[in-house]
């Protein structure tokens, strides 16, 4: 049989740590990405990024000529999109949201 003890003050302190480094983290974080930063978070060209994702509905918001992207909903698009992928029709390149029903 595992005899096994745990100190609640070491597990406290091992929380609070992984907590805050994670609060940490996220404060960092800046609210918009630029084109370029979103770029290389995706690992696509500016191209195939405005060709493949802002054509198909990605939402995007503008300061003068510059594109700014909000990674969640960058994520949540990208989620939406490759839900409705397949094992054989998964290639960005030729996504297209079909419009109408």
Do not use: C, H, W
């Amino acid at each position: 049989m595992l005899d096994i003890q745990v100190n609640e003050e070491t597990v406290k302190s091992m929380l609070e740590k992984a907590i805050n480094a994670r609060v940490e983290k996220l404060a960092k974080q800046k609210y918009f990405m630029t084109y370029n930063e979103l770029a290389e978070y995706l690992n696509l060209s500016k191209p195939t990024i405005e060709d493949r994702l802002i054509k198909n509905g990605m939402k995007y918001y503008k300061q003068g000529s510059k594109y700014l992207f909000k990674r969640d909903e960058v994520d949540a698009f990208l989620d939406s999109m490759t839900a409705s992928m397949t094992a054989t029709n998964n290639d960005i390149k030729f996504f297209t949201i079909l419009k109408g029903g």
